[in-house]
């Protein structure tokens, strides 16, 4: 029983590996709870505390570099409900987004399939002013763009 | 599910929003209702993966998302999924033009 217990997992595991990496699914909501769990402090949205702790935990460091990430977002945001962000990265395996206006850092990870153009398009959510940022994984090295958006809450300025 | 996707020379271009409210757990609180967010989006043409996208309640309502591949793949399908933080899973599918 023991015995066939263990063949069966080692099946298990070496069909695993023989899986090209393209086709391993990596839901992170399930891999990796606490990503979505890393707090920014609210009431300092200007602080990146949060976005690096989640840079920490989603890449194992916060090292990061400048260029080779290009970020688009609004300088001002008259919606905090929709915010339109665009990002490319040229050879990027992985992209995360973060920011530091909502109660947590994380927005979205993008593993990047073999076919796919690091290049996209996504409307996000700022309850405040705060930084939008992007880490893209390139060659082992982690490089990042840091943008400021301010929110103009309820259309009224400020 | 809206798509919209168009081979542009060497590559091609995905536009696409989801239907769903996009509840964060603040949100869901004051509504009384659970927290609803789609945590996970994959697309495919020709079984071949070109998106893979793990989300959280940031991401606006109805969200909107536009990605690009490489190859021209006028005429063939993409097939996009979604699945939320409750379980629920929807697959849309569309002809590239």
């Known amino acids: 029983m023991e015995r066939r217990k263990f063949l069966g997992l080692g099946a298990g595991a070496a069909a695993l590996f023989a899986l090209p990496a393209g086709l391993m699914a990596e839901n992170y909501r399930k891999t990796l709870p606490a990503l979505w769990k890393v707090k920014n402090d609210e009431k300092h949205a200007d602080d990146e505390k949060g976005v690096n702790e989640a840079i920490k935990t989603l890449f194992g460091s916060d090292k990061t570099e400048e260029g080779k990430v290009h970020l688009k977002a609004p300088a001002i945001a008259e919606n905090g409900a929709v915010v339109p962000v665009s990002f490319k990265a040229e050879g990027a395996k992985r992209i995360a987004l973060f920011q530091s206006a909502d109660p947590e850092a994380a927005v979205a990870v993008f593993d990047i399939p073999e076919k796919a153009i690091p290049d996209y398009s996504v409307r996000i959510k700022m309850q405040q002013t705060g930084h939008v940022v992007v880490v893209a994984e390139i060659d082992g090295k982690l490089y990042k763009a840091d943008k400021v958006v301010k929110v103009t809450v309820g259309g009224c300025g400020g | ?97």
């Open chain 2, 1 to 97: 599910m809206r798509i919209k996707a168009k081979a542009k020379g060497d590559y091609t271009e995905v536009k696409v929003m989801f239907k769903h409210p996009m509840l964060s757990y603040r949100e869901a609180k004051k509504k009384g209702k659970k927290a609803d967010f789609i945590t996970y989006v994959t697309a495919t043409v020709d079984n071949e993966k070109v998106l893979e996208v793990s989300t959280s309640q940031f991401l606006s309502k109805n969200p909107y998302m536009k990605f690009k591949f490489k190859g021209n793949a006028k005429g063939k399908e993409i097939v996009i999924t979604w699945v939320d933080l409750l379980g629920k899973t929807k697959t849309g599918k569309a002809k590239i033009k």
